[in-house]
């Protein structure tokens, strides 16, 4: 008949409610544009751009795990960066960014 405090609890949103297409902008030491796709197994690829170089492009892989925590990683020609953050289950996806070398920022996307 007692409840404990974890039957109270709410599980967090699983990985396959994030699923979706999401754009958005990093800004800091670089800033652009991004479109990456979150499939419902929480796998996340995409792309992105330099707003300062046309030509510097990237590439980006990462993982959502349950919750929402994001974990990013780009590379290309506009060199290599971490992201990390969080999706919200309103469709937000945002966080921080580095470089290692020049420094870092900000994102921030919406789900499509």
Request: charged content about 15%.
């Amino acid at each position: 008949m007692g409840e404990s405090l974890a039957d109270n609890k709410t599980a967090p949103p699983p990985v396959f409610s994030f699923a979706g297409v999401y754009k958005g902008t990093y800004a800091g030491a670089d800033t652009g544009t991004f479109k990456v796709t979150l499939a419902a197994d929480g796998t996340i690829s995409g792309d992105g751009a330099s707003s300062l170089d046309d030509s510097e492009q990237f590439q980006v892989i990462g993982q959502v795990a349950e919750g929402g925590s994001v974990s990013l990683n780009s590379s290309g020609r506009a060199g290599s960066a971490t992201f990390s953050g969080t999706v919200t289950s309103k469709g937000v996806l945002a966080g921080t960014w580095s470089d290692g070398d020049e420094g870092g920022g900000t994102f921030v996307g919406q789900k499509q």
